[in-house]
């Protein structure tokens, strides 16, 4: 597997999670998923009972873990709302991924916050949501974790 395609993997499966978690409780908790050199993938969650709170502990993890093992690819998820930039000043919920690959740190931007706007629909005669995702928009700038 490539670079880029560990990357596109991670990513993937980060917006399934969130998608699947927004559709079973209308939200979602911040999360880390690592990708390390050997492939393996790791989902990192904890019970701090804010958003914020919970952000900043998967900041300490991430440099925690980059300074002990061999981290490949980071991504760190959370609930945001989209920037006025790509929102046109609508207010709208999207998925905000934070992605960092050891292959992009010679890069001057070598580090992505990608947000996804989506939208809740409940589907008709059943009891259950779905999640439509819109068009991704990505903003690059120097690595914080991985670097």
Known sequence: ???DEKALKLLE??????????????TFRPFLMTMAIDGTIKTIENREPTDEGSY????????????????????????DRLPNKFSNGKVQSCIRLHIEEQ????????????YIPYTLHRIEGENRLHVNLGQ??????PAEYLS
């Open 13 to 26: 499966n980060a917006v399934t999670k969130a998608q699947t978690s927004i559709e079973e409780s209308t």
């Open 56 to 79: 900043a502990l998967l900041e300490e993890s991430i440099t925690d873990r980059a300074r002990q093992n061999k981290l490949e690819v980071i991504v760190l998820a959370i609930k």
């Open 136 to 141: 991704a928009h990505p903003v690059g700038f």
């Open 103 to 114: 292959s992009q740190l010679s890069k001057s931007i070598s580090a992505r916050f990608i």
């Open 1 to 3: 597997m490539n670079d």
